[in-house]
């Protein structure tokens, strides 16, 4: 990707509360601007003046109504996606009416803070990248790999030598192989350690072939991050064999998804994907630190000031941690110095 787009969504009341969400947005070139114009057309004036008081799944009440031109079009990703930073901004909106974290609002007794781990690390560039991370602390670290198999085993080489017993190294194959190919390297890569390797298979793979594959290895495998249908993550998740659960709250099912997948699933095996702006990180964040406290939420590593500096407070990595404050909601307000600088579009 040469850009980072996102599309950020505020939700205010009428007693001036604003609630954020984010809508994933990162493919093809043009999503942010069609995801934009989608909201605009179809959802804005179903949401102007709707009253509610319980954000769980009232967007897929909301959007039910239009949901037909978005399976006739064949185009439902596009719907998941503008629905699950809906249900975000939503969530959000309720916890600053509540007057409490949005931490506090689905456990009391959530932490204060969630550990991270970098990723967005190109098998090129992973030195200066694991470098960097290193100096904010982070103790975690996720390589992209799948491009070329000798490659591969030379960086893994590397990288074995390169870490240290205190850190961890995850591996993420972007759907990057097929049956046969993962079956052959999945067994080659049993010789290394690491915690666990991502998406070895094709998302719209059939519960043979996941099943086939988990229960074929002794590597950890995690998989959710393009998983769009409750089911699946439950049946993903129910697998005994399986530790990783990687759904994406600005992809799909938003927050709401990820509240009820919880109470279904262990919700240890919960480590939420994130690659995007400091809305849906902190979203994610508060989410993590809620449901699975001990987990890493997955950062990006590369320089993105719509994540870093979205916020008035910049969003800040200190001891491999992100920290919260007392601030209602995931906090706020947002900086429109940075906003402005790379605004696209906006209704406001």
Same mark, same amino acid.
């Given at each position: 990707?040469?850009?980072?787009?996102?599309?950020?969504?505020e939700?205010e009341?009428?007693?001036?509360?604003?609630?954020?969400?984010e809508?994933?947005?990162? %493919?093809?070139?043009?999503?942010?601007?069609?995801?934009?114009?989608?909201?605009?057309?179809?959802?804005?004036?179903?949401?102007?003046?709707?009253?509610?008081?319980?954000?769980e799944? /009232?967007?897929?009440?909301?959007?039910?109504?239009?949901?037909?031109? %978005?399976?006739?079009?064949?185009?439902?990703?596009?719907?998941?996606?503008?629905?699950a930073?809906?249900?975000?901004? %939503?969530?959000? /909106?309720?916890?600053?009416?509540?007057?409490?974290?949005l931490?506090?609002?689905?456990?009391?007794?959530?932490?204060?803070?969630?550990?991270?781990?970098?990723?967005?690390?190109?098998?090129?560039?992973?030195n200066?990248?694991?470098?960097?991370?290193?100096?904010?602390?982070?103790?975690?670290?996720?390589?992209?790999?799948?491009?070329?198999?000798?490659?591969?085993?030379?960086?893994?080489?590397?990288?074995?030598? &390169?870490?240290?017993?205190?850190?961890?190294?995850?591996?993420?194959?972007?759907?990057?192989?097929?049956i046969?190919?993962?079956?052959? &390297?999945?067994?080659?890569?049993?010789?290394?350690?690491?915690?666990?390797?991502?998406?070895?298979?094709?998302?719209?793979s059939?519960?043979d072939?996941?099943?086939?594959?988990?229960?074929?290895?002794?590597?950890?495998?995690?998989?959710?991050?393009?998983?769009?249908?409750?089911?699946? +993550?439950?049946?993903?998740?129910?697998?005994?064999k399986?530790? &990783?659960?990687?759904?994406?709250?600005?992809?799909?099912?938003g927050?709401?998804?990820?509240?009820?997948?919880?109470?279904?699933?262990?919700s240890?095996k919960?480590?939420?994907?994130?690659l995007?702006?400091?809305?849906?990180?902190?979203?994610?964040?508060?989410i993590?630190?809620?449901?699975?406290?001990?987990?890493?939420?997955?950062?990006?590593?590369?320089?993105?000031?719509?994540?870093?500096?979205? %916020?008035?407070?910049?969003?800040?990595?200190?001891?491999g941690?992100?920290?919260?404050?007392?601030?209602?909601g995931?906090?706020?307000?947002?900086? +429109?110095?940075?906003?402005?600088?790379?605004?696209i579009?906006?209704?406001?």
């Amino acid at each position: 990707m040469k850009t980072r787009p996102c599309i950020i969504i505020e939700l205010e009341d009428f007693n001036k509360n604003i609630g954020y969400g984010e809508i994933w947005c990162n %493919f093809p070139s043009d999503a942010a601007s069609y995801r934009f114009n989608l909201l605009n057309s179809l959802y804005l004036n179903n949401i102007i003046g709707c009253e509610f008081s319980n954000p769980e799944k /009232l967007i897929d009440k909301i959007a039910d109504k239009f949901k037909t031109l %978005f399976v006739q079009s064949g185009d439902i990703g596009s719907f998941d996606n503008i629905n699950a930073g809906l249900d975000c901004a %939503f969530w959000d /909106l309720f916890a600053k009416t509540k007057k409490i974290p949005l931490n506090k609002l689905l456990n009391t007794e959530s932490q204060k803070h969630i550990s991270v781990y970098a990723s967005g690390i190109n098998p090129s560039e992973s030195n200066e990248k694991i470098t960097i991370a290193r100096s904010m602390g982070i103790k975690a670290f996720k390589v992209k790999i799948g491009f070329n198999h000798s490659l591969d085993i030379d960086l893994l080489n590397f990288l074995t030598d &390169y870490f240290s017993n205190e850190e961890m190294l995850m591996l993420d194959v972007n759907q990057g192989w097929n049956i046969d190919e993962a079956s052959k &390297y999945l067994k080659i890569l049993e010789n290394y350690n690491f915690s666990w390797i991502e998406e070895p298979i094709s998302a719209l793979s059939n519960k043979d072939e996941f099943n086939n594959i988990i229960n074929s290895t002794n590597c950890n495998l995690a998989f959710g991050e393009n998983i769009n249908n409750l089911d699946d +993550f439950i049946f993903l998740g129910q697998n005994n064999k399986l530790k &990783y659960i990687q759904p994406d709250l600005t992809k799909f099912g938003g927050i709401s998804l990820i509240n009820n997948l919880s109470k279904k699933i262990q919700s240890n095996k919960i480590w939420m994907h994130f690659l995007g702006s400091g809305v849906g990180l902190l979203t994610s964040a508060h989410i993590m630190s809620a449901i699975n406290p001990s987990a890493f939420l997955e950062t990006d590593i590369n320089v993105n000031p719509l994540r870093t500096n979205l %916020f008035k407070n910049e969003l800040k990595i200190e001891d491999g941690k992100i920290n919260f404050n007392d601030d209602h909601g995931i906090g706020g307000p947002l900086n +429109f110095d940075t906003i402005n600088k790379y605004l696209i579009s906006s209704n406001v």
